[in-house]
């Protein structure tokens, strides 16, 4: 269960990290290069995978998904505080006229991220593998 895991987080991941792709996705008159179709790419397919990975492991053993649940774990208090955070920047920078677009990335990059391990962390696959690692110490 916990390597299914990683690979649907691993899926989750690289769609976030595409938007680092969009740095370089553009030329110096304003058009996409091939970096910008691979980027949507890569944002799509990382997306869908993981939203279909998840689906196809863990739907028969949690065939109904737990309400909106936030800091339900350690790891889940972390990625919902940055998402909380990371939210408020992201408003607050689109509000901005000028802003560095190294920093809209990076905004854009933590929210993605986190809303992907917001429901991945407060899920009940997640707690169900905290709850076999915890059982594995006490046997130890």
């Given at each position: 269960?916990?390597r ?6 691993a899926?989750?991941?690289m769609?976030a990290a595409?938007?680092?792709l ?13 970096l910008?179709y691979?980027?949507?790419?890569v ?11 998840y689906?196809?492991?863990?739907r028969k ?14 790891p ?5 505080g940055?998402?909380?955070l990371?939210a ?8 901005r ?15 993605l ?8 962390l407060?899920g009940?696959v ?7 690692d ?7």
């Open positions: 269960m916990k299914k895991f990683l690979i649907i987080s899926s989750f991941f769609s595409s938007v680092w969009v740095l370089a996705a553009f030329d110096k008159e304003g058009n996409m290069n091939t910008g691979v980027a949507g790419a944002f799509w397919l990382g997306l869908i995978g993981g939203i279909i990975g689906i196809l492991c863990f053993a949690y065939p109904k998904p737990n309400v909106w649940k936030f800091f339900s774990n350690k889940a208090k972390a990625v919902d940055i998402l909380v990371s408020a920047v992201t408003i607050y920078g689109a509000c006229v000028e802003t560095n677009e190294l920093i809209v990335l990076m905004e854009i990059f933590l929210l991220l986190s809303i992907y391990f917001h429901f991945l407060n009940k997640f707690t169900e593998i905290l709850q076999e915890k059982k594995g110490r006490e046997k130890e």
